[in-house]
């Protein structure tokens, strides 16, 4: 596949900076198609490659933005960490996750590295779509800037440690735990989607 080039427009950095929002202007690229969520395959070092999903895009700009969890040592964190505004990004084009929004109620479980995704579904499902579930970040101050940057969603924001995926969707008997097992078999039948991450 051909490599291809985009720009750096901007950088938002959550606090503490392990979250970077990166304004990609992908000139190459035209999004007028994408009618699922898509990832980019990002050149983050020499022969190697990782995928980013925009989590919002704009099709007459041709700009898009990728959200990039570096709160860990690897070779794309170590990359996303060092982009500045201006810099080329090369990337071996773009696919489809052929993951669509199959209604307005939306569940979503993920990291980080999800939140990209979740925001590409809601910007497909539109303004009006519910959103449920749970995210689950390392830092606690990452979870207050979610809640914050996302009002209107019913996501429980978790702290990433083994095991609170597991508990959060088994529950257990009583206490708000009963309660998010009762919710999650009301849910049947809603879409949803699994994201896991190593540590979890
Ligand atoms: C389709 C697709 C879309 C993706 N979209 C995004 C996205 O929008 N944003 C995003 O940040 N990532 C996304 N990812 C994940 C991304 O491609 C990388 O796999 C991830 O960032 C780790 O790459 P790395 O080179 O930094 O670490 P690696 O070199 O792959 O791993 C280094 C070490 O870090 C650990 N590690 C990796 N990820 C995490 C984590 N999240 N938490 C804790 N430890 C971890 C690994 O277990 C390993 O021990 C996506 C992946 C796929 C397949």
């Known amino acids: 596949m051909k490599k291809k080039m985009a720009t750096v427009l901007a950088i938002r950095t ?3 900076g392990s979250i970077r929002e990166i304004d990609l202007h992908m000139p190459d690229c035209d999004m007028s198609g994408w ?6 395959k990002c050149k983050v ?9 925009p989590l919002g895009w704009d099709v007459e700009t041709s700009t898009c933005t990728l959200l990039i969890h570096t709160g860990h040592e690897g070779v794309g964190s170590r990359w996303a960490r060092q982009l500045a505004v201006g810099d080329a990004v090369a990337y071996q084009g773009v696919r489809s996750s052929h993951h669509q929004p199959a ?30 579930g749970a995210v689950l970040l ?5 979870r ?9 969603w019913e996501l429980e924001t978790l702290r990433k440690a083994a ?8 529950g257990s008997s009583g206490g708000s735990r009963g ?14 989607r699994w994201y896991g991450c190593g540590s979890c």
Do not use: K
């Not at 070092?45 to 999903?53: C, I």
């Open 35 to 40: 009618t699922s969520a898509q990832h980019v």
């Open 138 to 142: 390392s830092e606690a101050h990452h």
């Open 103 to 132: 209604g307005q109620s939306l569940v979503f479980l993920g990291d980080e590295t999800a939140i990209g995704h979740f925001l590409a579904l809601r910007q497909l499902a539109g303004s009006d779509a519910r959103i449920r």
């Open 45 to 53: 070092g020499s022969l190697t490659y990782r995928d980013y999903t």
């Open 163 to 170: 095991g609170n995926y597991r508990s959060w969707i088994i």
């Open 144 to 152: 207050e800037e979610f809640q914050a940057y996302y009002p209107g």
């Open 179 to 192: 309660s998010i097992r009762m919710r999650c078999s009301t849910w049947r039948g809603i879409y949803l």
């Open 14 to 16: 959550w606090e503490p």
